[in-house]
Nanobody, 115 residues
Framework: VQLQASGGGLVQAGGSLRLSCAASVTAFSRNRMGWYRQAPGKQRELVAA???????NYADSVKGRFTISRDNAKNTVYLQMNSLKPEDTAVYYC??????????WGQGTQVTVSS
């Protein structure tokens, strides 16, 4: 099992980034896919999730700015981040959840938003 996240980087406030996570997991289309983030000194938090039926949910802090999507043919989940703010700076992690036994994390990608 491997989750490979990419797309992070340094961007100015107001800019955009798109994160990608390619997941080699069993039955990708059935997994709940999520993006989490962890800023220095803070706990990891859920940013956005997308379920197998396409239902999505977002942290209040990113609603209207971030969009999660998935391409089941490519086993990939995306996070489009617009109107980025300095407080979005964190390491972003991809998660694939199918069951308590099938709960996997990627290595993280750094997003830095300068003011």
């Amino acid at each position: 099992v491997q989750l490979q996240a990419s797309g992070g980087g340094l961007v100015q406030a107001g800019g955009s980034l798109r994160l990608s996570c390619a997941a080699s997991v069993t039955a990708f289309s059935r997994n709940r896919m999520g993006w989490y983030r962890q800023a220095p000194g803070k706990q990891r938090e859920l940013v956005a999730a997308i379920f197998s039926d396409g239902f999505t949910n977002y942290a209040d802090s990113v609603k209207g700015r971030f969009t999660i999507s998935r391409d089941n043919a490519k086993n990939t989940v995306y996070l489009q981040m617009n109107s980025l703010k300095p407080e979005d700076t964190a390491v972003y992690y991809c998660n694939a959840y199918l069951s308590t036994k099938d709960d996997y994390w990627g290595q993280g990608t750094q997003v830095t938003v300068s003011s």
